[in-house]
């Protein structure tokens, strides 16, 4: 019941995915050098090709299938055998053909996609520039109509302009998609995309095509970046992917949507199915990183116990404390990235294809990403370190998860960045409900600031500790209940979205005021944005629980989400108890309702991690098949036999004072 719900709706499609990937051919070999690691990666994609695993969203007319919830659910599950092969794989369909699909129209579809989908055209997808990573609208990279000649000329002006960090760019890219500022008759439209080549058949830089290879780094070695330039490289006018903006043969340029600004955010909207999947691949890095550790620390022994037996590292408090916790956390991840899918297909199938829609969209993708790229690298440095000496080596898997997960918090938009895309998200969604007339707004900030004197005046404290009557069980019982969570949870978010939006109100319609108050509001907003993430985790969390029947399976899954919001109160507990949210008697209690709750949910650890589904060829940690639980064996095997012979020595004695 609980992997159903797990895999989600897509769950067929993520199955095949698991299956393709026990291959050991699309394993990541530990220790390989960079060349000989990127040339597996390289050929690791031509399997995926022969195996169909890559045509889920494209066209019916063009072998896919229409399927894109799918196709992330599926593309996910690679991150099992090797996220560079997953990233890889990403950059040729997920980010190169999928800018052609989604921004080009019939013409470039006709002309590129068959040679993308079927890999005989390698190709980057370069947008970032050196000297504007997350800034897309102000790159410097031009592409300039020439009428006498009906082509575009494609220019980086300068070394800050060249593109980078472009996977497939040091060696095997033979085209990229080039996002640039269209300039015709004078008249820079801002930022659209070109279908750009760049290779030769011998893998020689076309003329005016340069580059360089950004060599080793810190994980994803088997991905070629590197750095593109270009010295006015001429492209056909009809190599401009012309869905949202086009150039007739004169120069004439036309574009169905009028605002420049709306029509920048609605082409990069559509490729926001980047931010969607690495969501999904860190919940499932999570996933195989917590099964090796809890398994391990079943099966590790190490200190005698009350009863002179060793005890297995699972069940020492401070253990439980540093895993189960964060099994939690990914199960809310889980559901919350489920949702999150359903979301992206309603807007890519069409189905929901609407303004408010995509909005919803983009603002979960960027509050979601942020959480779980940054909650990855949290969870496999805790597994690495939970697991002692054997988490560090390589066979094991950890560190190289970890290494290869690093760049994803600034993979795809700086995750401070994405936050504050959700925190302004917030601030408009402020605007639009807070009154308008005097009335109205006087009657409003005197709610808000009776909120601050009860704030202050701890009238909720009183009130807490009224209904407590000093008893801690009552406290604890009042931190399980659902409406109690969502309304502290809810209630951070909405408090300091409303403090930063009633600051800004007091600049009127001063824009050099609003820019000073917003800049020094920043932290603000982000955590404030990171707040709103984490209540939309626990709301689908909840929401999951609907569908799960009354019984032992939903108890445990409402443990489960009792300590992810706990967990969350505990790690905010400075706020709640500063803005007199919570008494001192409810704030120790969270504490202990999560001592509590893990210790009631370490005996069934064995099922949680069984409902991820992974089997061992996707795990591929020698600790956590088997190789520990026979070490203890044969330990605990000859200390029998030896005390059973009698050839155990005596221990020394400590003599008495």
């Not at 799918?70 to 997953?86: C, H, V, Y």
């Not at 043969?249 to 980047?274: A, C, K």
Request: aromatic share 8%; with cysteine.
């Amino acid at each position: 019941m609980v992997e159903t719900l797990l895999l989600g709706r897509w769950a067929e499609d993520r199955r095949i995915s698991r299956r393709l990937v026990l291959d050991p051919a699309l394993h990541k070999t530990e220790g390989l050098g960079t060349i000989e690691h990127r040339a597996r990666a390289f050929e690791q994609l031509q399997i995926l090709v022969d195996a169909g695993a890559i045509q889920r969203p494209y066209p019916r007319e063009l072998g896919g299938q229409d399927n894109h919830g799918g196709n992330l659910a599926a593309f996910e599950e690679i991150t099992t055998a090797d996220p560079s092969l997953q990233i890889k794989a990403g950059v040729q369909w997920g980010l190169f053909g999928s800018a052609v699909h989604h921004l080009g129209t019939a013409r470039n579809h006709e002309e590129f996609l068959p040679g993308i989908i079927g890999f005989d055209v390698p190709g980057c997808f370069a947008m970032t520039e050196t000297g504007h990573g997350s800034d897309v609208q102000n790159i410097a990279t031009s592409a300039t109509y020439d009428p006498a000649t009906k082509e575009f000329v494609v220019h980086t002006p300068f070394r800050g302009a060249w593109k980078d960090y472009i996977g497939n760019a040091a060696l095997h890219g033979k085209a990229a998609v080039v996002f640039a500022k269209l300039v015709t008759q004078g008249v820079d439209h801002g930022v659209h995309a070109f279908y750009v080549p760049l290779r030769d058949d011998d893998g020689a830089f076309l003329p005016g095509v340069g580059g360089e290879d950004d060599g080793v780094k810190g994980g994803l070695n088997g991905i070629d970046n590197g750095r593109l330039h270009f010295d006015h490289v001429r492209i056909p006018r009809t190599n401009l992917l012309n869905r949202y903006g086009d150039v007739a043969e004169d120069g004439t340029y036309s574009s169905p949507i009028d605002s420049p600004g709306r029509r920048f955010f609605t082409m990069l909207g559509t490729l926001v199915q980047g931010r969607v999947s690495l969501d999904g691949a860190a919940v499932v890095a999570q996933k195989i990183g917590l099964q090796i550790a809890l398994t391990y620390a079943m099966q590790r022994r190490q200190f005698p116990t009350a009863g002179g037996v060793e005890g297995v590292l699972l069940d020492y408090g401070r253990h439980q404390r540093r895993l189960i916790p964060r099994l939690a956390t990914v199960f809310a991840q889980s559901f919350a990235h489920e949702q999150l899918l359903r979301t992206f297909d309603d807007v890519f199938s069409g189905r929901a294809d609407t303004p408010e829609r995509r909005e919803d969209l983009e603002t979960q993708a960027a509050a979601f990403k942020s959480l779980s790229t940054w909650s990855a690298l949290d969870t496999l440095q805790e597994c690495r370190e939970a697991c002692g000496g054997a988490g560090f080596l390589a066979e094991n898997r950890l560190t190289s998860l970890r290494a290869d997960l690093d760049v994803y918090v600034t993979f795809e938009g700086d995750n401070t960045v994405l936050l504050q895309l959700v925190g302004k998200r917030l601030l408009t969604d402020f605007r639009k409900r807070a009154p308008r007339d005097a009335a109205s707004t006087a009657k409003f900030v005197a709610a808000q600031v009776g909120v601050k004197l009860a704030d202050a005046s701890g009238i909720r404290r009183l009130g807490q500790t009224v209904a407590d009557r000093g008893s801690l069980a009552a406290s604890v019982t009042d931190l399980h209940d659902p409406a109690t969570q969502r309304a502290l949870l809810a209630g951070r978010v909405d408090t300091m979205v409303t403090e930063i939006g009633l600051r800004l109100n007091t600049a009127g319609k001063d824009r050099a005021r609003q820019a000073v108050l917003l800049n020094r509001s920043q932290h603000e907003l982000i955590e404030a944005a990171r707040a709103h993430a984490e209540l939309m985790q626990w709301d689908a969390f909840t929401e999951a629980l609907a569908a799960v029947p009354e019984g032992d399976t939903r108890r445990v899954l409402v443990w489960l989400r009792d300590l992810f919001a706990l967990g969350l109160l505990e790690q905010h507990l400075d706020w709640h108890l500063v803005h007199g949210r919570l008494s001192a008697q409810r704030a120790r209690a969270v504490s202990a309702s999560i001592d509590r709750l893990v210790a009631r949910l370490r005996p069934v650890v064995p099922q949680l991690i069984e409902t991820f589904g992974y089997e061992p060829g996707h795990v591929r940690a020698p600790i956590a098949l088997g190789e520990e639980q026979a070490r203890q064996d044969e330990a605990r095997a000859w200390f029998a036999a030896e005390a059973a012979a009698g050839r155990l020595p005596e221990q020394e004695k400590k003599p008495r004072a």
